[in-house]
């Protein structure tokens, strides 16, 4: 995994996982974190992820302040999971 101080090709400071990293958690874990992971697997930004989940736009799993996506929708939604949509 990168730290926070490799730089990526824009330049800018990389944080947390890549997204290799994240689709692995979205594969062998039942839920994944609403940021970064199901976050950049859809392609959203940090504010629009956390809207989307507000929306339910992103099946979620709400416990006390923690927020936490389904992998299994997820995988459905990205087409890892076999099907098609």
């Known amino acids: 995994m990168k730290d926070a101080t490799d730089v990526g090709d ?4 990389e944080r947390g996982p890549n997204l290799e990293e ?6 062998r874990k039942p839920t994944v974190k609403v ?3 199901a976050g950049r697997a859809l392609g959203f930004g940090r504010g629009a ?3 989307a989940a507000a ?3 992103i099946d979620v799993i709400r416990i006390g302040r923690s927020i936490r996506a389904v992998s299994a ?9 076999g099907s098609r949509q």
């Open 55 to 57: 929306r339910n736009e």
């Open 22 to 27: 994240i689709l692995e958690d979205i594969r």
């Open 73 to 81: 929708s997820l995988r459905k939604r990205l087409g890892m999971d």
């Open 10 to 13: 824009t330049g800018k400071k």
């Open 49 to 51: 992820t956390y809207a």
């Open 35 to 37: 940021w970064p992971h």
